[in-house]
């Protein structure tokens, strides 16, 4: 009887070279774009109102918006998720920017501003002192880029009453500044 080897013929050894597609990273979304603005969210509120089927809710979102070199907005919206809350705040607060004079890291002048019923004092500080001063106008005053300030909330504790406060109150400074 024959013996009958089988062998498995031999395949030249082949180098297969990966070929690396290069997609621009802004197609599938790999591509951070640096932000213009930072963006504080001061508070989020959990808003019900009745409905003739029940209750419905919906999240508020408030907050501010600054670049630390004198520019700030301040937004507050509503939507059925916090992200989106907060996405259409930031919206709207982009759409209220202002410059914020600043001489020496600090306000020009004192200012006492009422909003409703929120008062604030904002006094300018030494160089050297630091933000004295409360979570909603500290929100506000840091991110327009201010380092020395004295404030005081004065009335209402409402957070939105008081960023708004100190928003109208620093856009006044502004409307000064730029009258003289």
């Known amino acids: 009887m024959a013996k009958i080897v089988r062998t498995t013929p031999q395949l030249p050894e082949v180098k297969l070279e990966k070929k690396e597609q290069k997609l621009p990273a802004a197609k599938i979304g790999l591509e951070k774009k640096e932000k213009e603005f930072e963006e504080k969210v001061v508070q989020i509120d959990r808003v019900t109102y009745v409905m003739a089927g029940g209750k419905r809710m919906r999240f ?29 705040a930031v919206n709207q607060a982009k759409k209220r920017l202002i410059e914020v004079p600043i001489k ?77």
């Open 60 to 88: 508020r979102a408030l907050v501010v918006i600054g670049d630390r070199n004198g520019k700030i907005g301040v937004g507050v919206a509503k939507a059925a998720e916090i992200p989106k809350a907060v996405e259409k």
């Open 104 to 180: 020496n890291g600090t306000i020009p002048y004192e200012i006492k501003y009422k909003y409703g019923p929120a008062h604030i004092l904002l006094k300018p500080a030494s160089e050297g002192t630091g933000i004295i001063a409360g979570g909603p106008i500290r929100a506000v005053v840091e991110l327009a880029g201010i380092t020395d300030i004295l404030s005081k909330m004065l009335g209402s504790e409402n957070k939105i009453n008081n960023v708004f406060a100190t928003y109208f109150a620093l856009k006044e400074l502004s409307h000064e500044i730029k009258r003289a």
